[in-house]
């Protein structure tokens, strides 16, 4: 019986095994061709008033889960590491707007204002708690620090976020008028702390049945991206998007990451964290929401929200396949070694036969004690 031949791996082959390595996030195909079905199909006329008062509940309903699901206990229980959180909460709110506002100088030569202004409200987004957690945990770093920072910024984006868009974007996040701050109190304060109050008797309801609930949250993110990409092809605002203006948002996207990753973990270096806190800061100080962020563009951009989210989205991908590679690469970093206790002292060298009692304490220079006398005081 003849065995076949194996055949030599060919260029073809490798690359499908190089792609297969990519982490593609499933969930990010479903909002792409929930893109495509928007373009292809969008609402409009009285289906487009459906699908915006689905959306409106959609937005509602998340927050109420995201705050039904968010142990504000645990959060509290974290206030020990103040500093560690204190630093994600800096780069998130602070470093991330910072080099958000610097970024708007490269329009309109670079980017259009339009992918400018997502590109900035993609760096006001609260951070990851899911992705941040599990690269945390790959990465063996502090898993708790991470759960509770996730937990704080989720916590501080419900208002710093909207605040933060309203004062830096100005006209194209609806501004500071008192109409703006109503739909904001409406759609997202007030659903997110129906959530905590009611926390004590829906959260165990909610963790029974995680699985259904987690696929009513991807259900609700997929109905209002496909409402603000209907809403933006009835406005006709995709010819402001160009493929050659697409390579130069990942691009500029790119640098940012890299810039991010390199300040929370040197960064956090020099402030004196351990390598586990550091792998916490880089991770959940790099990254960026996009279950939080998609709701809360719909809410703040209206028919603008398409373009809003465009730079969210893909950076969203990105961050997944960076931090994947890095999670494997610190996985594989030598363990500490245990520190030494200060107040062990190396044992004499032994120059006579051993001691009969290991329990006989090292005696010095002088005659030996009788043998059955009572030691000394």
């Known amino acids: 019986m003849t065995r076949p031949i194996p055949r030599p791996a060919g260029p073809g ?32 006329g009285a289906a487009a008033d459906v699908a915006e008062g689905a959306s409106t509940g959609a937005v509602a309903l998340l927050f109420f889960l995201y705050g039904a ?16 959180h204190l630093t994600v909460l800096g780069c998130t709110f602070l470093l991330f707007p910072l080099l958000g506002l610097a970024a708007q100088g490269l329009a309109p030569t670079v980017l259009t204002p339009e992918l400018a202004g997502g590109l900035l409200f993609l760096c006001l987004v609260p951070s990851t708690i899911q992705s941040s957690i ?21 916590l501080a984006g419900i208002v710093l976020t ?3 868009a309203a004062l830096l974007l100005g006209n194209s996040a609806g501004g500071l008028s008192a ?14 702390l129906a959530g905590q109050l009611l926390r004590r008797w ?23 991206v496909y409402t603000a990409f209907s809403q933006g092809m009835v406005a006709g605002i995709w010819h402001l998007v160009t493929p050659v203006g697409l390579v130069l948002l990942l691009a500029v996207e790119a ?21 586990g806190d550091r792998i916490a800061v880089q991770f959940a100080g790099s990254k960026k929401s996009l279950a939080a962020g998609l709701p809360m563009a719909s809410v703040l951009f209206g028919q603008q929200a398409a373009l809003a989210v465009l730079p969210l989205m893909l950076f969203h991908q990105m961050q997944l396949m960076v931090c994947a590679v890095i999670a494997k690469r610190r996985s594989r970093d030598p363990e500490p070694a245990p520190a030494e206790p200060a107040s062990q002292e190396p044992a004499p060298a032994e120059t006579g036969p051993p001691e009969n009692s290991g329990t006989e304490a090292v005696r010095g220079p002088g005659p030996a004690p009788v043998p059955g006398a009572a030691p000394g005081r």
């Open 162 to 164: 909207p605040l933060l």
């Open 255 to 275: 640098v940012l990451l890299a810039v991010m990753l390199a300040l929370t973990w040197h960064g956090a270096r020099l402030l004196g964290f351990d390598r």
């Open 134 to 154: 599990a690269f945390t945990s790959i990465a063996r770093g502090n898993v708790p620090a991470a759960i509770c920072a996730g937990s704080f910024s989720s």
């Open 202 to 224: 829906v959260g165990g309801f909610l963790a029974r049945h995680r699985k259904v609930l987690g696929l009513v949250d991807r259900g609700s993110i997929l109905l209002v």
């Open 69 to 84: 699901r968010l142990s504000t206990r645990e959060a509290l229980d974290g206030l020990r590491h103040w500093r560690l």
């Open 13 to 44: 082959r490798a690359g499908l095994r190089l792609l297969s390595r990519i982490p593609v996030d499933g969930y990010v195909l479903a909002l792409l061709g929930t893109v495509a079905l928007a373009a292809l199909l969008p609402a409009s």
């Open 179 to 192: 109409d703006a701050l109503l739909k904001i109190v409406l759609q997202l304060l007030v659903p997110f």
